[in-house]
């Protein structure tokens, strides 16, 4: 149990926060079921209800939707992949942008849903029958999440059952591909306009932070958050912490000889060090959005080592 804590509280705040929300409301949601009108109650406030004008009334569905679960294998793939891909992210990046991605993508993949429920209600909730179909689950900001990631970092990789190494970027584009059969079988349950307007959301957010979106009037202030400039030297701590988690140590300390160093030879290169202090001090002096995608390799690979 003690292990356990110890890893729970070395985990990113932000994804340590989300997964814990996500985790308590699933459980809580299972005890629900014994209490048939309390999971009504539930269902019918929290979870996204699609229906325009009636979401100007709970308009907080755009998010906690994101936040509920039905089975566990519906929650455990979406923490799975946000812990595998999001963590990463967080440290680079920091826990508001993180939160920021996933409230975003999540308000994103509700509004698709809200726009395409009067014309394709099978794939987005909205009303059939007469009845309201609620929606719920984070996948759409699993997926936003995802696809930010994908567009900042494409060379980003993911180790997947089954498939071994593959560029994230693929799993992505996978998933939607599913999502569009999915969409196209008859009487599916699946919400596949959250996902696609999440992974459109994410989309847009990362050709935001690369500056694509600037001379868009209107979109790059939708996603535009704290200027690079104003919160580049937190940015930089953490990066300099990450990338050279050495250097707060004496300066005749022996470095850690990394699986496969030979005569306790040093796991970085002189130039490489000088080509990542480089990239840190650009950062510095313009901000993380103006490092080039070699750079961002380059900086990303720095930090694996």
């Known amino acids: 149990m003690y292990d356990f804590k110890t890893w ?29 009108a309390g999971l009504m ?7 996204l209800h699609p229906v325009f004008p009636d979401i100007l009334l709970e308009p907080w569905q755009l998010v906690t939707y994101s936040f509920m679960h039905t089975g566990l294998f519906h929650i455990g793939v979406n923490m799975l992949l946000l812990f595998w891909v999001g963590r990463e992210f967080e440290r680079m990046h920091g826990s508001e942008q993180f939160w920021s ?35 719920l689950g984070a996948s759409a900001s699993v997926l936003g999440v995802l696809t930010t990631v994908a567009i900042l970092y494409p060379y980003k990789q ?26 196209l079988r008859p009487g599916g349950n699946t ?46 701590s953490r990066l300099k912490a990450w990338v050279q988690p050495s250097s ?29 202090d480089r990239i840190l001090d650009k950062i510095s002096e313009e901000g993380y959005d103006a490092l080039s995608d070699e750079e961002k390799r380059i900086l990303y690979e720095a930090s694996e080592s």
């Open 248 to 276: 707060s140590s004496s300066s005749d300390a022996t470095p850690p000889q990394r699986p496969g160093d030979t005569n306790g030879a040093a796991s970085t290169s002189p130039d490489h060090t000088e080509e990542v």
């Open 158 to 183: 993911i180790r997947l059952l089954f498939f071994g190494v593959v560029p994230l970027l693929w799993v992505v584009v996978g998933f939607l591909a599913i999502d569009a059969l999915m969409a």
């Open 191 to 236: 919400a596949v306009a959250a996902h696609w307007g999440g992974a459109l959301t994410g989309f847009l957010y990362a050709k935001n932070q690369q500056g694509a979106l600037g001379t868009l009037p209107g979109i790059g202030a939708l996603f535009r958050g704290r200027s690079s400039r104003r919160s580049g030297s937190g940015l930089l």
């Open 101 to 135: 991605v996933y409230l975003t993508t999540a308000v994103g993949g509700a509004l698709i849903c809200l726009l395409l429920s009067p014309i394709a209600p099978g794939i987005s909730g909205g009303m059939a029958g007469g009845q309201s179909i609620p929606v």
């Open 8 to 36: 729970y509280y070395q985990q990113p705040p932000a994804l340590r926060t989300i997964i814990t929300i996500n985790v308590v409301v699933w459980v809580t949601l299972q005890f629900l079921n014994l209490w048939s």
């Open 41 to 47: 109650f539930v269902r019918s406030h929290l979870a």
